[in-house]
């Protein structure tokens, strides 16, 4: 599900978004919302934001935490809610571990690969 930058979604700090890739969704924590500066004093549209990755689900659904890696600054455009019902076993798995689900340098490498996937899938549709 693509929004356009156009989009009426108003995401909120600490909201749970999702960027899709082709086979993988990334859920994260949205942080703050990066508002573009168009020289014109009215503009507020947001078209970036910061977001903290949660989860990482692969092709085969399972569940890579991905708490322990890096912060992104993301288009909001390509972000969608997430909604409960598609989150909630996997937040609660999170909220009831002590530790990373994954060693760190794991959960960095499936973390990387679905960007770079996700990126060179842009770069070839533009």
Not at 21 to 41: N, P, W
Not at 104 to 113: D, G, I, M, S, V
């Amino acid at each position: 599900m693509r929004q356009s930058a156009k989009s009426s979604f108003q995401f909120q700090p600490h909201q749970i978004v999702c960027l899709e890739g082709e086979t993988a969704r990334l859920y994260s924590e949205v942080i703050q919302i990066i508002y573009h500066s168009s020289g014109q004093e009215t503009s507020s549209d947001p078209e970036k934001g910061w977001i903290r990755p949660l989860l990482l689900i692969d092709e085969k659904e399972e569940s890579h935490d991905v708490r322990e890696t890096v912060d992104l600054l993301w288009f909001l455009s390509q972000l969608r809610p997430a909604f409960d019902t598609e989150v909630f076993s996997f937040l609660v798995q999170l909220r009831t571990s002590e530790r990373p689900l994954f060693p760190r340098e794991k959960a960095r490498q499936h973390l990387n690969c679905f960007l770079q996937q996700l990126l060179e899938r842009q770069f070839k549709s533009n």
